[in-house]
C-alpha cells in the first residue's frame, strides 16, 4: 500500500508535494540516545522503501549531526522525487566538548554551540552552513525555529525575536521566494499564538507545528487553524503524540511536552483509548490520523530512531479509523465539537 500524498500550491509556483507520513530527523541527531550510523541508514532506507517522501531536518538537531547523516543518504537520490526542509533562527558555532550546547540531550554530537539570530545576516549565514551540511542544490521549506517561550524563556524575550524576524530575517527569506532559491517558508514552533502573530503580520506558507493540535489539544482551532485554511497556509503536524503519550498509553511514566505526564493529561488519555478500543482501533493509529482531518494539514511527522518506530509509524499511516470513533469522543467531551472529522 502507497504512502498517500498532499499537493500544496498556495503560490501558483508548482508547489509540492508531501507524503502524509513525514520523516521528523531529530531523533537521527542522536536525541537521548547515541545511535550509529548504520542504524541512521537503517531507519532512513526504510522510510525510503516505503514511500516516504519528505524529510524535515534543522541545524539544532544533534547539532549539525542530523543534516550530515541526510547528506549520505540523500546523495544518490533524485533531488525532484522528495521535498526537503530546514530551519533558520539560529546558527552554530565551535565550541569544546565540555562547553557544547546540549549535554543530556544531544549524545556523541559535534562540539557546536547555538546562536539565536532571526537577523537578515543571520538567516543567510544558517542557511549557507545547512547547505553545506545537506549537500544538496535546493531546500524546499525554511522554517523559523524555535520562537517560543520554552526556547527563548520569557514572553518578552519571543516578542523581541518575532520583532527581529519580522524587520529583518523575514526579507531574507521572502527574496530567495521571489528568486526562486525556496520554494515557501514559515516557522516552526511549539506555540500556536506565535504562528498567528507571524501569518497576521506577513505572507507566511507553511507552519510546522508541535504538539498543539493533537487527539490531546485542539486550541489552534479557535483562531489559527481557520486563518491558515482561509490563506491557504499549510500545516506540518510534528509531535502528533505528545511527545509519547498518545504512542504509549497513559502508563506510569509517559511522556507528555517532553515531561512526565502529570494525572489529568493520564486520565485524560485513559478516557480517549477506551473510546479507541471500542471501535478496534489503537490509540497511536488515531493519533496520527487525527491532524490529517484538517484541510489545512499537509503532511505529520513523527519521530523514530529505530526501524521498529518506523514501522509502527507506517503503520499508523495506513490506518483506516471509522468515523463514529471521532463522534464518539465528541459525544463524550473528549474532542472539540468543531474539530474536522
Same mark, same amino acid.
Given at each position: 500500500m502507497t504512502l498517500k500524498t498532499r499537493h500544496w500550491d498556495r503560490l501558483g509556483n508548482g508547489g509540492l508535494t508531501f507524503t502524509e507520513l513525514g520523516f521528523g530527523t531529530a531523533p537521527l541527531g542522536n536525541l537521548y540516545r547515541a545511535i550509529t550510523d548504520a542504524e541512521a541508514d537503517a531507519i532512513l532506507a526504510r522510510a525510503w522503501e516505503a514511500g516516504?517522501?519528505?524529510?524535515?531536518?534543522?541545524?539544532?538537531?544533534?547539532?549539525?549531526?542530523?543534516?550530515?547523516?541526510?547528506?549520505?543518504?540523500?546523495?544518490?537520490?533524485p533531488r525532484d522525487e522528495y521535498v526537503l526542509s530546514t530551519k533558520v533562527g539560529r546558527y552554530l558555532v565551535p565550541a569544546t566538548e565540555a562547553t557544547r550546547?546540549?549535554?543530556?540531550? %544531544?549524545?556523541?554530537?559535534?562540539?557546536?554551540?547555538?546562536?539565536?539570530?532571526?537577523?537578515?545576516?543571520? #538567516?543567510?549565514?544558517?542557511?549557507?552552513?545547512?547547505?553545506?551540511r545537506l549537500g544538496v542544490d535546493r531546500i524546499d521549506v525554511l522554517f523559523f525555529h524555535d520562537i517560543d517561550v520554552?526556547?527563548?524563556?520569557?514572553?518578552?524575550?519571543?516578542?523581541?525575536k518575532v520583532h527581529q524576524l519580522l524587520s529583518s530575517g523575514y526579507h531574507a527569506v521572502e527574496k530567495m521566494r521571489k528568486e526562486g532559491a525556496i520554494k515557501a517558508f514559515g516557522a516552526g514552533v511549539n506555540? %500556536?499564538? #506565535?504562528? /498567528?502573530?507571524? =501569518?497576521?503580520?506577513?505572507?507566511?506558507?507553511l507552519f510546522l507545528l508541535a504538539g498543539r493540535y493533537t487527539l490531546l489539544e485542539q486550541e489552534a482551532l479557535t483562531s489559527f487553524l481557520p486563518l491558515c485554511e482561509a490563506r491557504?497556509?499549510?500545516?506540518?503536524?510534528?509531535?502528533?503524540?505528545?511527545?509519547?503519550?498518545?504512542?504509549?498509553?497513559?502508563?506510569?511514566?509517559?511522556?507528555?511536552?517532553?515531561?512526565?505526564?502529570? /494525572?489529568? #493529561?493520564?486520565?485524560? #488519555?485513559?478516557?480517549?483509548e477506551r473510546v479507541c478500543q471500542s471501535h478496534?482501533?489503537?490509540?497511536?493509529?488515531?493519533?496520527? /490520523?487525527?491532524?490529517?482531518?484538517?484541510?489545512?494539514?499537509v503532511s505529520v511527522i513523527p519521530g523514530g530512531q529505530g526501524t521498529d518506530e518506523m514501522e509502527g509509524n507506517l503503520q499508523a499511516a495506513r490506518a483506516e479509523i471509522p468515523a463514529s470513533l471521532w463522534s464518539d469522543l465528541?459525544?463524550?467531551?473528549?474532542?472539540?465539537?468543531? =474539530?474536522?472529522?
Open positions: 516516504v517522501r519528505y524529510y524535515d531536518t534543522a541545524p539544532l538537531y544533534g547539532l549539525g549531526l542530523s543534516e550530515t547523516r541526510l547528506n549520505r543518504f540523500l546523495r544518490d537520490k550546547d546540549g549535554h543530556g540531550k %544531544w549524545f556523541e554530537v559535534p562540539a557546536r554551540n547555538e546562536v539565536y539570530d532571526y537577523s537578515y545576516d543571520g #538567516v543567510m549565514r544558517s542557511l549557507e552552513a545547512s547547505f553545506e520554552p526556547n527563548q524563556g520569557s514572553r518578552a524575550n519571543v516578542d523581541a506555540e %500556536w499564538e #506565535v504562528c /498567528q502573530k507571524l =501569518a497576521e503580520n506577513g505572507d507566511f506558507d491557504g497556509i499549510g500545516i506540518v503536524t510534528g509531535g502528533p503524540y505528545n511527545s509519547g503519550i498518545l504512542a504509549t498509553g497513559p502508563k506510569p511514566g509517559a511522556y507528555y511536552n517532553y515531561e512526565i505526564a502529570p /494525572q489529568e #493529561v493520564l486520565d485524560r #488519555v485513559a478516557a480517549i478496534d482501533v489503537r490509540l497511536v493509529d488515531a493519533a496520527f /490520523q487525527f491532524p490529517l482531518l484538517h484541510p489545512a494539514t465528541k459525544s463524550e467531551g473528549l474532542m472539540r465539537e468543531d =474539530a474536522p472529522t
